[in-house]
């Protein structure tokens, strides 16, 4: 017999990765780490030699996870690392120094207004930031203490101060204040070759000033047995207000951009520093300008974190974060864990919601391992009798699990609207149907519309199928085409075959003449009824018998 874990010690720790590494508590860093379903080998290697180093995928998909993992497996082999978080790390200061010279009214249009400004200021930006790195390790000797004055140095330019930044430092200049102790002319050389004032404009040409500093840096002498490593997270946009969102996916798309031509830079020179950059999906499709130049890194550079493969759900990788999260818990309690055959038989009941444990949990999900750690840790503490899961516990906790991942879905709708306007989208399936097509959905709602300003408004703007395409996008609606008569298995159960498609799972585009589906864990929270076995394994694609 098995040694096992009681139901509430499994616990699946912390929704965002992050606070699992900014602990005080190192037994949960540990376990985070010991428990961490890591990419295959080879794409290990991809990543640790810089040719995969941008991470991308939807909402909760574990690009943060990733990449923490990646940082502290570098920092565990002595390397030099260090984590910027786009939307804590880099004040609101900082981001509109660098998008100053934006243009919204062109940048907008497609494939035009590409703003050289912009990457220019995100190549100070990061080059400030390299130089940071440098200077806080001895290893790169005499280099160590250039490439603080470097730092201080660009610093400048992000300084609140009324005097202009590259004023500031042209003044320090030439009050001998700020001198790097290194080749003779090291500053008359970046006097002589930056253009400091534009005479017509006053303004700075930052072009020129960040080929310098990164020439510089690619100058330096490095130890042969060290990287030098940044790692840039949380690039997410909010449409808090039309312009912001704007500006922000602008700055988004050409900080990925600068990434890619900073990497490629630093191959060229030689040089042991990398870059790393994880990106929601929806944001690098909302930053929609020269998607084309995106596109080209996302293919040849990124690594796409994706937890469904194929028909067999059995095989499914998000299996492994559970299989291996409830194998480190025993460990760490019995020194010794069971097998991922054993943890299933053992843990789980063999029936759940009239399917296989592994089924009820792709098709309850959408297969994200946040889906996985807010289901779970819904799980931990309700029907106290139960020693394994199943149809019971995970019923008790579907109102709640519910509740979050409409909050998910909903943030994700946010990179693209207004909170308002995603308030209004639930407001229209709200106590309506499970499954619709566009012509009734676009009948709901402008019956809502006809009695409710905020809603024409939303209607008139998106119009209803494009709200029906935003919605698919996201994974609050999928798409269904019957697959066959309704007939009783052999279990015994009522089977209603469709072929069911979603975005997250199938990638195919949105087709207004398929009929709608709500997700099935929306239920709960747009109160269309509660679950029954008859709502799971009806695609006969998909279907896995209880084992």
């Known amino acids: 017999m098995p040694q096992l874990l009681r139901r509430h010690q499994i616990e699946f720790g912390k929704t965002d990765a992050k606070s699992s590494f ?176 534009k005479p017509e404009d006053g303004s700075i ?52 951009i600068t990434v890619g031509q900073l990497n490629r830079r ?61 194998s480190a818990i025993e460990m760490k309690h019995f020194g010794k864990c069971n097998s991922n055959n054993d943890i299933w038989a053992s843990y789980f009941s063999r029936d759940v919601f009239g399917v296989s444990p592994k089924q009820f949990i792709s098709e309850i999900t959408w297969c994200n391992p946040r889906d996985i750690v807010n289901l779970f840790n819904a799980a931990t503490n309700v029907t106290p009798g139960a020693t394994q899961y199943n149809t019971n516990v995970f019923a008790d906790v579907l109102v709640e699990y519910s509740d979050i991942a409409w909050t998910e879905r909903a943030e994700e709708l946010n990179a693209a609207h207004n909170m308002s306007v995603v308030n209004v989208m639930r407001r229209i399936l709200a106590g309506w149907e499970r499954h619709f097509t566009v012509d009734q959905f676009t009948r709901r709602a402008e019956s809502i519309a006809a009695r409710d300003q905020l809603v024409m408004q939303v209607v008139k703007t998106l119009g209803a199928e494009g709200i029906c395409r935003d919605l698919y996008h996201v994974g609050v609606l999928g798409q269904s085409v019957r697959a066959g008569k309704t007939y009783t298995n052999n279990d015994g159960r009522v089977v209603h075959p469709t072929h069911q498609t979603w975005f997250y799972r199938d990638n195919r585009e949105f087709d207004r003449s398929e009929t709608l589906s709500v997700h099935r864990a929306l239920f709960s929270c747009l109160k269309l009824g509660r679950l029954k076995v008859d709502d799971f394994g009806n695609d006969p694609r998909y279907w896995q018998h209880t084992q």
């Open 22 to 197: 900014i602990t005080r508590d190192q037994s949960a860093k540990k376990l985070f780490i010991d428990a961490f379903a890591s990419p295959e080998q080879h794409e290990i290697d991809a990543i640790r030699s810089g040719d995969r180093f941008i991470f991308y995928g939807t909402k909760g998909s574990g690009k943060t996870a990733l990449l923490r993992y990646m940082l502290e497996m570098e920092k565990n082999a002595g390397n030099v690392t260090k984590a910027i978080v786009f939307s804590e790390d880099i004040s609101a200061q900082e981001r509109d120094k660098i998008a100053q010279n934006l243009e919204f009214d062109n940048e907008v249009k497609p494939d035009i207004g590409d703003d050289v400004d912009t990457r220019d200021m995100w190549r100070v930006y990061l080059a400030q930031k390299i130089a940071e790195l440098l200077s806080s390790d001895n290893r790169m000797f005499d280099a160590c203490k250039y490439a603080s004055r470097l730092h201080a140095l660009i610093s400048k330019i992000f300084d609140d101060n009324k005097v202009r930044g590259l004023q500031r430092i042209l003044a320090g200049i030439k009050a001998g204040q700020l001198t790097l102790k290194g080749k003779a002319g090291d500053f008359a050389e970046m006097e002589a070759i930056l253009n400091w004032e």
């Open 205 to 256: 040409n930052y072009n020129r000033f960040a080929d310098l500093v990164i020439e510089k840096i690619c100058k330096f002498r490095y130890p042969s047995d060290v990287k030098f490593i940044i790692y840039l997270d949380e690039l997410n946009l909010s449409m808090i207000g039309q312009k912001q969102h704007k500006r922000d996916s602008i700055l988004i798309r050409d900080l990925i």
């Open 266 to 326: 630093f191959i060229e020179a030689g040089i042991p520093v990398y870059l790393y950059t994880a990106v929601r999906v929806e944001i690098a499709k909302a930053a929609s300008i020269s998607r084309n130049e995106i596109d080209k890194y996302l293919v040849d550079h990124g690594f796409h974190l994706d937890w469904h493969k194929g028909n067999d759900v059995t095989k499914y990788p998000i299996f492994d974060i559970i299989e291996k999260r409830i």
